[in-house]
């Protein structure tokens, strides 16, 4: 299974992304789902995560402003950004809520004026 992610880039402050993740290669649909983000020198940090009954939770400093969501025929994950603050910048990936697959290479989301 390939996790690949997509949709970074550069946005202000107060700016919106929408990052996209597909598992590929999998035969079967992937139950749980969740985006993390790693900043250098940090650990790899939880952000969303969406299981097989759409549930969803966030760490708290995303409240309000991200929304995860998913495309289970496509095996595809998606993070709705809004109202970005430069302390979202990091480099983002997905992967199971246990964080059973081999890592991508993520997408880099950096939040500047």
């Known amino acids: 299974v390939q996790l690949q992610a997509s949709g970074g880039g550069l946005q202000q402050p107060g700016g919106s992304l929408r990052l996209s993740c597909t598992a590929s290669g999998s035969p079967y649909r992937i139950r749980s789902m969740a985006w993390y983000r790693q900043t250098p020198g940090n650990q790899r940090e939880l952000v969303a995560l969406i299981d097989d009954y759409r549930t969803t939770e966030y760490v708290d400093s995303v409240k309000g402003r991200f929304t995860i969501a998913r495309d289970n025929a496509k095996n595809t994950v998606y993070l709705q950004m809004n109202s970005l603050k430069p302390e979202d910048t990091a480099v983002y990936f997905c992967?199971?809520?246990?964080?059973?697959?081999?890592w991508g290479q993520g997408t880099l989301v950096t939040v500047s004026s």
């Open positions: 992967n199971t809520m246990t964080r059973a697959l081999p």
